[in-house]
C-alpha cells in the first residue's frame, strides 16, 4: 500500500526557533500533499495544500509566512514552522495523494505525525 | 462554508452491544471518509463511500452514505476493546480538490 512518512516524529524547540518537517511518500509520486494540525483532543484542521512546482495554498487564518511549505519534489514536502511559540505546539499531520496510478486517484494517505512541543 | 458535525461525541460502550455514529455534512458532497485514531496516532482509514447508498463493511464496522440526507453513518456491531479509539467522518466536496473537512470526532471507550 501506499505510505507516508514524516521527520521527525517528536520535536522539542525553544521559542523563538525554527523546526522543519518533512513529508515524504515512500512508494508513489504526489502532486499534491496536504498538511493539517490537531490540537489535544480536537479534530484535524487543514492549514495548506502543497503543490509540487508552485505555491502552496494556505486556509483562511493560517499565516503564510510563519508556515512555510516548500514541495520540493514530488516525493517530498517540507513544513517550517518559523520563530516557533508555544501556541505552535500541536501534532502536525500530512497527507498525500498518488499522482497516478497507484490505489485510488483520490485517496488521502497520512502521515504518522510529527509532535511538536515549543518551550 | 461546509461543516461537518458528528454524534455523539463521546460513546461508552459495553463489550457486545451495537451502536451507531453519525455524521452530518453541511452540502454536497462528492465522496465521505470514515478514519481511526489511536491515542498518540495518525490516521488509519477505514472506509470510503463514493455513491449514495453505499454501505461498506470490515470486521464489526459497517458505513453507510445517504447523500440526500447528507448523513453517513458508522455502525459497531458486538464491540470489543480493541475497538475504543476516536472515529473521525471527512467530506470532500470539491472534485479535484481533495480537500478534506473533518468532522468534530467521537471518542469511543468500550468498556469491558
Known amino acids: 500500500g501506499a505510505v507516508v512518512s514524516q521527520h521527525p516524529s517528536r520535536v522539542i524547540c525553544k521559542s523563538g526557533t525554527s523546526v522543519k518537517i518533512e513529508c515524504r511518500s515512500l512508494d508513489f509520486q504526489a502532486t499534491t500533499m496536504f498538511w493539517y494540525r490537531q490540537f489535544p483532543k480536537k479534530s484535524l484542521m487543514l492549514m495548506a495544500t502543497s503543490n509540487e512546482g508552485s505555491k502552496a495554498t494556505y486556509e483562511q487564518g493560517v499565516e503564510k509566512d510563519k508556515f512555510l511549505i516548500n514541495h520540493a519534489s514530488l516525493t517530498l514536502s517540507t513544513l517550517t514552522v518559523t520563530s516557533a511559540h508555544p501556541e505552535d505546539s500541536s501534532f502536525y499531520i500530512c497527507?498525500?495523494?498518488?499522482?497516478?496510478?497507484?490505489?485510488?486517484?483520490?485517496?488521502?494517505?497520512f502521515g504518522p505525525g510529527t509532535r511538536l512541543t515549543v518551550t | 462554508e461546509l461543516k461537518v458535525e458528528q454524534n455523539p461525541l463521546f460513546l461508552s460502550m459495553q463489550e457486545g452491544k451495537n451502536y451507531t455514529i453519525y455524521c452530518n455534512y453541511s452540502t454536497t458532497s462528492d465522496r465521505l471518509y470514515w478514519y481511526r485514531q489511536d491515542p498518540g496516532k495518525s490516521l488509519e482509514s477505514l472506509f470510503v463511500?463514493?455513491?449514495?447508498?453505499a454501505v461498506k463493511q470490515e470486521g464489526r464496522l459497517m458505513a453507510s452514505l445517504d447523500t440526500k440526507a447528507r448523513l453517513s453513518t458508522l455502525h459497531i456491531t458486538a464491540a470489543v476493546h480493541d475497538l475504543s479509539a476516536t472515529y473521525f467522518c471527512a467530506v470532500d466536496i470539491v472534485f479535484g480538490n481533495e480537500k478534506l473537512t473533518f468532522g468534530t470526532g467521537t471518542r469511543l471507550t468500550i468498556i469491558p
Open positions: 497527507s498525500a495523494i498518488p499522482s497516478s496510478g497507484v490505489e485510488s486517484s483520490y485517496e488521502q494517505y
Open positions: 463511500l463514493l455513491s449514495n447508498g
